[in-house]
């Protein structure tokens, strides 16, 4: 069996980038990465300006901690003052330029406003409460490297420089499907019972939720029926159009798991045993499209050569927490690579307390269902079995625990949180 390092490897090793790229407002452009790097055309801040509102002064007026100066002038910000002359003051606030001759700026609380006149009741240092023109960008510097994935605080920088669009790659395009007789979806149960044998389809509504958190474009096949026809079938379609097919059940080596036989027949599969719990059979490979429409080509026009000739696949378990999981260690860092992102795509991780004990080591390496306690270290969920979906609530991460360990009370472990895993 590969190891979580040798399966991650392959798949990073395989997995290429979409190529075509598009602009999107800044406004919009929340979640998507960037392909190209980004250089401001100005300075921030463009000119000298007051951190505090209080009052602008010479430094040299103010030498004795109680100066008495002559307020000459009000600046508000966004208003441009006059020279300050020597023995003067100027009332200014937050933000406002600095006016030529002053050299500091003294906070209202130091301050003593007495009729047209000001008491300085502080001995201001020259520089004091000023931001200094270009002392966070530098007109002409790259803010923004080309590949990386844009949060909040990216676009507000985008936005400090005057960028009102970004050149983004496109959105990944995912198909997603899930195998099994015994699935029903929620409200479809006759008279809302289940039939024997019969399950709610969960991997259904967590793999789509997961898949909205990166920002793809997903096309639901719904449930295929067991059978390698309607498998291989629905692989053809889903490979058509979209750049990574996902699916859930069926990886495994039984009578009616179709997924390893059908990609087969449709492409390629290297079908991996992976030495993880939960989650060991994960299926990858790649199933061949025929031809594709060109982007934003009419109903009319025909059908072009994909570039690439096939679209990814990547098979997941069909126990929940199984499928859950696997998603988190292998899907979301080869999405990631597939959006552009050209960064570490690997999440953090934390050394921990763990606050129990695991005497039983396994010779696979365990992802347990953690949860951080007020005390500061880590609890583990008592049921760790991979059909055990209320672990995923409960828990705030997961400890990742090498093969043939043991975890003592008191031990330091490395531990993920679910938040690192899921953006």
Known sequence: MLTVREALDTLLAAVHPVLETEQV????????????????????????????????VRALDCVNGGAILRVAQRIPAGQVGEALEPGTAARIFT?????QGADAVVMQEQCEAQGENVVIRHTPQAGEWIRRTGEDIVSGSTILAAGTRLRSQELGLAASVGLAQLPVRRRVRVAVFFTGDELTMPGEAPGGQLAPGAIYNSNRFTLRALLENFGCQITDFGIVPDSLEATRATLRAAAREHDLIITSGGVSVGEEDHIKPAVEAEGQLNMWQIAVKPGKPLAFGEVNRGDVRK??????????????????????????????????????PFLLRLQGVSGPVEPRAYQ??????????????????????????????????????????????????????????????????FAELQH
């Open 95 to 99: 933000g406002a330029m600095i006016p």
């Open 25 to 56: 407002a800044t406004l919009a452009a929340n979640g998507r990465v960037l392909a190209q790097d980004q250089a401001s055309t100005i300075d921030v801040p463009s000119a000298d300006n007051t951190q505090m509102d209080g009052y602008a």
């Open 295 to 332: 982007e934003g080509a009419s109903d009319d026009d025909q059908f072009v050569s994909s570039p690439t000739g096939a679209a990814y696949f990547i098979g997941l378990p069909g126990n929940p927490v199984s499928s859950f999981i696997t998603f988190l260690l292998f899907v979301r």
């Open 352 to 417: 921990m307390r763990a606050d129990f004990n695991l005497p039983k080591a396994d010779r696979r390496n365990e992802f347990l269902r953690v949860r951080v306690n007020a005390g500061g270290g880590l609890e583990l969920f008592t049921n760790q079995g991979s059909g055990v979906l209320t672990s995923t609530v409960w828990g705030d991460g997961l400890v990742d625990n090498p093969p043939g360990r043991v975890i003592n009370e008191g031990d330091i472990v490395r531990f993920i949180p």
